[in-house]
Structure formats: C-alpha cells, structure tokens
C-alpha cells in the first residue's frame, strides 16, 4: 500500500491508497528531489517509481538480476539502481536507460557485485561501492574514475560539501577509512566493526 499525507496542523487526514506493489519484501525507498515520486525496491528485482499526487504506480524499472541494494536519485531527475551485478541509470518517468554498468567477472566464475551508492551533493555524481572499488560516475555523461580497495566496503556516507566520503565496515579488516572525494586520498583509519556511518551537517563530526 502507498500512503501520502501533507505535514501540518492544518493537513488533511491521511489518505489510504491500495496497490499491489511488489511480489517480495521492499528494502529500499528514495524520494525525488522535488517531491512529486517515490521510488521503491524489493527483492523481486524490481523498482517501482509512483506518483505521490496521484496515489498511483507511474512505472516499474527492471535493471537487471538480484535484489535491489541502493536507490538514488540525482537533482535532475535521474535514477541510479543499484544491484549486485550492475548499477543502472534510469529517466525514472519513462524507464529509459540512461547508463548501465556490469560488475566484472572473477576468475573463478563469480563477480565482483556493488554494494550501494551515495549522492555527491549538489551534482550528477554519485559514488559507487564495489567490492573491489570505489567508483565515481557522472549519471550525465557516464564518465567514471575509480580507485581499489583492499576489501570490501559495506556503508557510506559523504559530507556536505561533498568533499569527504567515509566507507565503513570494510568486511576482512573493520576498518573504516575517511576519503578526499576525487583525490580518493585516505585522510583517516578507525579501527571497530561499525554497521552505519554518517556525518554531522557541518561534516566535522562521524
């Protein structure tokens, strides 16, 4: 079910509007910058995108294979679906593919999945987590720059000003490493097993 409702004193009560939606379990949801949709992920492979106005299911988006790890929009409109054997790039409203990158294959027969993504604020960037890489991609033009790790990176966040991104619980060594966004520098380590990172708003603070 989608439920929308204005905040204020002065809102109307709530309004119920029965869908079918998804045929299993919905992980992920992602507002648009403007407010007018909401996208939904779930395990059966599919992200749905609805109209908030309307009370209505505007599209379904299929990526590719496996569950859906990140939804992000970008401010002008796009998508970025992130699933563990490709991050696909939508025009949400008519399910065109804008970019779609694969993850690569292993020598043993597996692949190298993404784990989720976090918006450059203030742009059509956003930073991808791999498990061999982190990558920064442009949902405009596609360009992209990467940089190794030496392990799995599991959370991220990245500070206003869009300059520092901190990648947390990296599985194998319970690091978390604070990187310069574009230099891919690491400024700081911090031992501990974590399972969230975020930073304050004047990004002084993790």
């Known amino acids: 079910a989608a439920v929308g409702f204005p905040l204020g004193a002065a809102a109307a009560p709530p309004q119920l509007v029965a869908q079918t939606g998804h045929a299993d379990f919905v992980e992920h949801f992602a507002f648009s910058p403007d407010g007018r949709y909401l996208a939904s992920g779930a395990r059966d492979s599919e992200v749905k995108v609805w109209d908030l106005a309307e009370g209505l299911q505007l599209t379904t988006l299929r990526g590719g294979p496996g569950w859906i790890g990140g939804l992000v929009w970008t401010p002008g409109g796009r998508l970025v679906v992130v699933q563990p054997k490709s991050v696909t790039v939508f025009r949400p409203q008519t ?93 700081r380590s911090v031992e501990g097993d974590v399972r969230e990172v975020a930073f304050s708003p004047d990004g002084r603070t993790l």
């Not at 949902?139 to 030496?150: A, F, M, N």
């Not at 500070?159 to 520092?164: A, F, I, T, V």
Request: cysteine-free; charged content about 20%; proline content about 6%.
């Open 95 to 187: 399910g065109e593919v804008v970019h779609k990158l694969d993850a690569p294959p292993t020598k043993n027969g597996g692949f190298l999945g993404y784990v989720g993504a976090v918006l450059v604020p203030r742009s059509e960037k956003v930073v991808l987590a791999r498990f061999d890489s982190l990558i920064l991609l442009d949902t405009v033009s596609g360009t992209l720059k990467s940089v190794p790790v030496k392990s799995p990176p599991r959370h991220l966040a990245i500070s206003s000003d869009g300059k520092l991104l901190a990648v947390g619980g990296q599985a194998g060594d319970e690091m978390t490493r604070i990187y310069s966004v574009g230099s891919w520098k690491v400024l």
